[in-house]
């Protein structure tokens, strides 16, 4: 797995310091390059989590890192991986309208003089419908999960219909085993943001590279902990999209 696991690291740092060499030199750079990042990201990471889901299900050993763009299932499966992607970051379109319309602060900024002012829009657009927004975008996740394996190995049924009805009545007991499945990533986030903080990483260039290192690292080991998660979910669950059950 190292041969493709070794690029999309690599690939990942670079994205990751384009992104902190972009960050903070204005709200609007931010927003258009977090979607941009996202997609570069989700291009870079395809090859690697194909290998993993190839690997868990059919013992598939990947012999090196292809970005082969042309290949329907690479075409299929960074599809649904941007689509996923875009569900996610639609939920900056409300802290947006909180912020530009009303004054509310972006999240990790402090809150401005007057915000007070619209405070009861503000939480409606700042906090309750991203949360609400939040959970249905869990859930469409949640129920999505086992469709990208059954992308990756070119399952007959491989379908979101077909992901929806298979996985709908397992979405807690899938919920939960990605939450414990992601927590070893929180070891990363507790270096990121207590020992490497960004006014320590700004002014030593060292630990800024260190901080970028491991934000690349957590990403493609959350991309691996996902796909051979959703894997075992797959090999569980997945008879309409393994074509073993009437299609929807």
């Not at 569900?87 to 530009?100: E, K």
């Not at 419908?129 to 939040?134: K, Q, R």
């Not at 990756?152 to 009805?165: F, I, L």
């Amino acid at each position: 797995m190292m041969p493709v696991a070794g690029p999309a690291f690599l690939f990942t740092l670079v994205a990751e310091a384009a992104l902190q060499l972009l960050h903070s030199h204005s709200l609007a750079t931010e927003f258009a390059i977090l979607p941009l990042y996202w997609v570069a990201q989700s291009l870079v990471l395809t090859p690697l989590a194909i290998a993993v889901h190839r690997y868990v299900l059919l013992e598939d050993v990947t012999r090196h890192y292809a970005l082969d763009r042309s290949d329907q299932r690479f075409q299929r499966y960074f599809g649904f991986a941007v689509a996923l992607q875009a569900l996610w970051l639609s939920l900056w379109v409300w802290w947006i309208i909180a912020h530009f319309v009303f004054g509310a602060p972006m999240p990790g900024e402090p809150v401005p003089p007057g915000a007070g002012e619209h405070l009861g829009w503000i939480l409606v657009l700042g906090l309750a419908v991203p949360l609400v927004t939040g959970f249905a975008i869990v859930r469409v996740t949640l129920r999505a999960a086992i469709l990208f394996p059954a992308v990756a190995t070119d399952a007959p049924g491989a379908g979101w219909r077909n992901a929806r009805d298979d996985s709908e009545e397992h979405i807690f007991r899938m919920f939960c085993a990605f939450a414990l499945g992601f927590v070893p990533t929180l070891l990363f986030d507790a270096v990121d943001d207590s020992i490497l903080t960004p006014e320590q990483a700004g002014s030593h260039p060292a630990l800024q590279a260190i901080a970028i290192a491991l934000r690349a690292a957590k990403s493609v080991l959350i991309v691996s902990a996902f796909a051979a998660i959703a894997s075992t979910f797959y090999v569980a669950y997945g008879r309409r999209l393994n074509g073993d059950a009437p299609v929807a």
